[in-house]
């Protein structure tokens, strides 16, 4: 079946602009993720939604970052304002069963550069 | 906050030879602990957990111990081959939630 995807691949922006990125979770799985990876580095935890509510928003970096998720579906990483330390690989991921841990289903990311 | 610590950041061994990566972290309610390859340029992809309430688990020739006293768990891989060569992730999950932090990453080189 189809797994996670993500749009777009590749994002190259300005400083000071504004970039949405999109995720599209496994049909049926109730948990999302979003990580940052900068280059070379490991995976930095971003946010989780619970369904469509995000009980911990702690790992966005700052108030330029914010998250959404509708219809238990589709979600969008907006970050505003964007800086070049942006500049990363924006990754999704999402399992099944709330209240279980389970594996994580990662997309293959979206390349954000900010010049 | 929540941290995990993965050691080393690279190894190199000979193919044939054993590879150790060793992480510990600090939520002590965290209760499930996967291990992450990536390839480069690829995705991540789970290739063995382990919970809380197992101290060891073996899928062919990767293994994984727990001590939950000492907050450390470790991936062992056997017989390593070329294709084992990638960058390797433990993480840590925290009961009832699903924040997971990762650990910074083991790139492993296996040397044919």
């Known amino acids: 079946g189809a797994g996670v995807s993500q749009s777009p691949s590749n994002k190259v922006t300005e400083k000071g602009k504004d970039v949405e990125l999109r995720c599209d979770p496994i049909?049926?799985?109730?948990?999302l993720y979003w990580y940052r990876q900068r280059l070379g580095q490991g995976l930095e935890f971003l946010i989780y939604?619970?369904?469509?509510?995000?009980?911990?928003k702690s790992g966005l970096p700052s108030d330029r970052f914010s998250a959404e998720r509708t219809g238990e579906s589709v979600s969008t990483l907006t970050i505003q304002r964007t800086q070049q330390e942006d500049s990363a690989v924006y990754l999704c991921a999402s399992s099944t069963l709330p209240g279980d841990p389970y594996e994580q289903y990662f997309g293959p990311g979206t390349r954000l550069t900010v010049t | 906050g929540e941290n995990v610590e993965q050691h080393p950041s690279t190894l190199s061994v000979q193919e044939g030879d054993s590879a150790v990566i060793k992480c510990t972290y600090s939520?002590?309610?965290?209760?499930?602990f996967p291990w992450y390859k990536q390839e480069l340029g690829k995705r991540p992809q789970l290739i063995i957990d382990i919970r809380s309430n197992v101290g060891e688990k073996k899928d062919q020739r990767i293994a994984v111990t727990l001590n939950k006293t000492a907050k450390h768990f470790s991936l062992h891989i056997t017989e390593t081959q070329p294709e084992d060569s990638a960058v390797y992730f433990c993480a840590a999950q925290n009961t009832g939630g699903f924040k997971t932090i990762f650990g910074a990453g083991t790139r492993l080189f296996v040397k044919a």
């Open positions: 049909s049926g799985h109730t948990a």
């Open positions: 939604f619970q369904g469509n509510s995000a009980p911990d």
């Open positions: 939520d002590s309610a965290s209760n499930y």
